[in-house]
């Protein structure tokens, strides 16, 4: 497997050996890790991490796992770059791939990454658009394989806002890796006809399924993975959140709806949650609509079910592992 010099910018583009490469090579250098062994193999070369948007995660996983690739970085944030503004993403691309081995980039609309992989010489990461969340993918299946031991034929329902970045990518990871995808939502939430159409042939052909529901009951049953995601993502306006809360409020994750679920399910959330009242927009929204906990209850969020520290962590190796992988470290 040889994925020097590739993009990373939706999984739609890997095929699911190309997928289970990369989480095999991140279970790799977890356990190596662990065991305090060194792989500094990527010395003297740079990455570039443009965030538009705020994170913890992924900035942070991209920082130390260029680190312990030997691999200096440099973080531009909206503010303290020209990026969009002064400088067009064409530009900005050629600038940027003549100086570093490598860009990350967390923005808006996809095809702004898409650009961006266009005009440069170096491969191109996607941290997070709009439309697609890929390496928290591979987390979510490195996650769910440690758990399991395995993911083929496993039941994964997602919860809420099914037509964003992370409801997409998850529906394309299920269907590219024979696993069975359960939507439960109202149907203006399901995702895009065309994008569902696509995965319902990839599922045929790896053996998984697609499922959409509007009974959050019948979407949950017998699922090994629940998973959520918050119900107003960044880059969506304030005034959405009572629209938001009205429609989505009978899809939150509760002990209830795990119950739907095999005994030994898990629970997913790629974070940050609004489980409790502990952040500043909990806050605000329990003082307006006089809710303590959102997408998901403090109980599921906080019971042995919940895997989402660990699904956290692993995105560290994971982007670890496209890194390494997609500037040629470990190509045999
Ligand atoms: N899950 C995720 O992408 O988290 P951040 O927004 O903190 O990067
Ligand atoms: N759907 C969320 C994901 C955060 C990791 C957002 O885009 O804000």
Known sequence: MNLKGRDFLTL???????ILYLVDLAAELKKKKKEGIPVDVLRGKNVALIFEKTSTRTRCSFEVAAHDLGMGTTYLDPKASQIGKKESIADTARVLGSMFEGIEYRGFGQEIVEELAKYSDAPVWNGLTNEYHP???????LTIREVFGDYRGRKLCYMG??????G????ILCSKMGMHFSVGAPEKYFPEKELVETCKKWAAESGGSIELNTD????AKDADVIYTDVWVSMGEPDEIWSERINDLKPYSV???LMKQAKPSAIFLHCLPAFHDLGTGIGMQIHEKFGLDELEVTDEVFESSQSKVFLEAENRMHTIKAVMAATLGAFAG
């Open 216 to 219: 959050p009951m019948a979407a």
């Open 254 to 256: 509760t002990s209830a």
């Open 161 to 166: 806002d099914a037509r964003y970045n992370t």
């Open 168 to 171: 997409n990518s998850l529906m």
């Open 12 to 18: 739609k583009d890997f095929t699911a050996e190309e």
């Open 135 to 141: 390496t928290q993918m591979l987390a979510d299946l």
